[in-house]
């Protein structure tokens, strides 16, 4: 079958033009901008690219259109698809279709942290020697590409709520009928397509209501957003986790209620135990910091031990853990001076990281370098909560990304640490040279590529330390 994917660079639709290769078939894709890391691993697998969306990318007429949820009606390649009826469907609903069916699915929704837990999740699997077949939103440093088939009926995806496509308002988690499903947390996100929280909670209500009476639901026990949706019904086994204070020896205290509970043994999350119903099951030591991974964490072992990993063989899996790109990745060490690259999308995960970093370096520096580029930080759904979600870092800078809906001189002014606003990519630079010093800890944060921000203050860094 020959599949043309529109929107083939964006890192799900990219995913499933390398599985439908993988099954066979031949696979071309056309997107706005085909570039590098997503069109080089596109090319090395054998995908053919074409630059923009001409109706003369599908002559002659391919078997199936994939139609990412960029595209919308006035693209000349839509208008192309439906006015010659070549057939189409979304990417959730190929996938549903062509790959998952027989499949043990192990679904990973939330918010926050679904990129870092599907590779936790689809890693722990693999040092098991279970082979699962996996679809992550992002680059794990522990595999090759983004998406495989695997070997075994086991998959693990990423899980979005965004929608399918423009025919397909649903949210794509819908389409993949799981059997383990790790509602990691919720809050409102999105804004271009979900009115408020409960919006996003009828969806996840939606999604609930496909997992079998033979399944789990992973969920916190403390969000009370997913607790919610879950009040609303559930035909399925629960487990709940969270984090408890006190010791790791079983004495834990009735302040979390939780089956599941981690004890913190390092306050920055890079040693904790695992405690089932009181009694510790196994003890991580890893490269990760921040509650926030410590839940992720929790919840990967949880769905693990829903298909037969013990606690313990993924306590040492995690301790082999890589990290994801763009999720606190060290890019630089420059004389004491860090460069990290955060996908920052929502003030709650900007809040989280620079938390589990202050643990981590105690009265080292902090500089935040702050992009606020997600459709909803745009709109300025979440202007109230930016200033204060930086609390942990000395400086902030941020930046005004061209198109925001709103002026963000409020954030500076309301900020309870010393935050300046910048306009200008070179000047932002600059200013960040000029704050550091010896063990300074430079956090870059944005969910898109930032003017290519990240080499260029390092290339600065460097200059200046010569």
Known sequence: MHIHILGVCGTF???????AKDLGHRVTGSDANVYPPMSTQLEQAGIELMQGFDPAHLQPAPDLVVIGNAMSRGNPAVEYVLAQGI???????WLHDYVLPGKWVLAVAGTHGKTTTSSLLAWI???????????I?????NFPTSARLGETPFFVVEADEYDSAFFDKRSKFVHYNARTLILNNLEFDHADIFENLGAIQKQVHHLIRTVPNNGLIVSPSADAAINEVIAQGCWT????????????????GNENPSEWQAQLNAADGSAFSVLHQGEVVADVHWNQTGLHNVNNALAAMIAARHVGVTPEISAQALAQFAGVKRRMECLADIHSVKVYDDFAHHPTAIKT??????AKVGSEKIIAVIEPRSNTMRMGVHKNSLAH?????????????????WDMDEVVNHSPVPAKLLRDLDELIHCVISLSEADTHIVVMSNGGFGGVHQKLIDQLRKHAL
Do not use: H, I, K
């Open 13 to 19: 639709m990219g995913s499933l033009a390398q599985l």
């Open 389 to 405: 979600a930086c609390t942990d870092a000395d400086d902030v800078l941020w930046y005004q990304p061209a198109g925001a809906d």
């Open 237 to 252: 086994p629960q487990q709940q986790f969270g984090l408890t204070s006190g010791t790791a020896s079983g004495a834990t």
């Open 137 to 141: 939103g992002g680059v794990t440093n």
């Open 125 to 135: 699997l693999e040092y098991a020697n279970m082979a699962p077949g996996y679809l």
């Open 87 to 93: 057939p189409y469907t979304s990417g959730p609903q």
């Open 353 to 358: 990281t620079l938390a589990g970093l202050r």
